[in-house]
């Protein structure tokens, strides 16, 4: 039972806080109040501990006074968290320009730094890992919140030995695109393949062993996510598109698109919607811009169709 249940309380004007009227609950002793903290003179018991105050320090538009309390925060994108030790460059931290002398004893330093950064391989091969997903989520343009999903993902893929056996890069661009997939954000095998070092087949396979291993809660593509990427490669009128999220929803409604190729369902879906138009892309542009084959494309235009024939 807290104390301000069962004692009547007051305020004290020195602290500026609501404490205990006069005597302790514990032992019926005098109080004191130091450092806003309210203890009993005699029994020791602490009534009300010291709040941290978070706000920081007051500052107004005319002082100059700096509004920086700590360092940068945490994050999983960097191999230490971001409480690795970094040597400055040419200035003192007044911003003054430092002497030639001392510039070359900081290029010792930093050389000897960088020398034992590194406490271990498996280290090494984090720090690498976590600079490829940054360079893949830079390439993609994805949110710092999926490079942070992303960079933690491998780091439990490091954690339980996947990366033995496998490249670096492979398992870096896998979880990536298992992080887009686990947010619905609409991204292909062949897209972050296209901008690692490796071939789609390395992607798939690190993919698929990720999901595999650790169990990964990916839902299922729908085609509706490819259909706006598709038709701003051609440009398409707002009409058309939303006829072909129509198209979609109708066939995911009724089972007619499971089991097939999530993008190029959603290309035959903006195949049907655009057939209408005086000039509308042909199946191979559409199977270009969805990364599917044309073939792909026909086949299930022919299938929705006949669905569209028959639900009508």
């Not at 806080?17 to 009993?40: F, H, K, M, N, V």
């Not at 933690?152 to 490249?167: E, H, K, P, V, Y």
């Not at 199946?283 to 639900?311: E, G």
């Amino acid at each position: 039972m807290a104390s301000s249940d069962i004692y009547e309380r007051g305020f004290d004007e020195s602290s500026g806080r609501t404490i205990a009227a006069d005597t302790c609950p514990e032992c019926g002793g005098a109080l004191e109040t130091d450092g806003g903290e309210i203890t009993c003179q005699d029994c020791a018991v602490v009534i009300e501990g010291c709040r941290l105050d978070r706000r920081g320090p007051r500052t107004f538009p005319d002082d100059d006074t700096s509004k920086a309390r700590t360092g940068a925060p945490l994050t999983e994108a960097r191999h230490d968290r971001g409480l690795s030790t970094e040597i400055g460059h040419k200035t003192d931290a007044n911003g003054n320009a430092l002497p030639a002398k001392k510039q070359r004893q900081l290029n010792r330093l930093r050389r000897e730094h960088s020398r034992a950064r590194w406490r271990s391989k498996a280290e090494r091969n984090l720090a690498t890992g976590l600079s490829e997903i940054a360079r893949i989520a830079s390439e993609l343009e994805l949110a710092d919140s999926l490079r942070e999903q992303a960079s933690s993902l491998f780091r439990t893929a490091q954690d339980n030995d996947l990366l033995i056996g496998r490249s670096i890069e492979s398992i870096a661009a896998a979880s990536v695109y298992a992080i887009c997939r686990l947010n619905e954000t609409t991204r292909t095998l062949a897209e972050v393949a296209a901008v690692t070092p490796v071939g789609v087949g390395c992607v798939e396979n690190g993919y698929r062993t990720l999901n595999r291993k650790l169990a990964l809660p990916v839902p299922p593509q729908s085609p509706i996510a490819f259909i706006p990427s598709v038709a701003d490669e051609f440009e398409l009128p707002a009409q058309v598109e939303q006829r072909a999220r129509e198209f979609a929803a109708r066939a995911h409604d009724e089972g007619v698109s499971s089991g097939t190729h999530p993008a190029g369902f959603g290309a035959a879906c903006l195949a049907v919607a655009a057939s209408s138009m005086a000039d509308p892309p042909t199946q191979l542009a559409l199977a270009d811009a969805a990364d599917v084959s044309a073939a792909t494309v026909r086949n299930h235009r022919d299938r929705l169709t006949a669905f569209l024939t028959d639900d009508e």
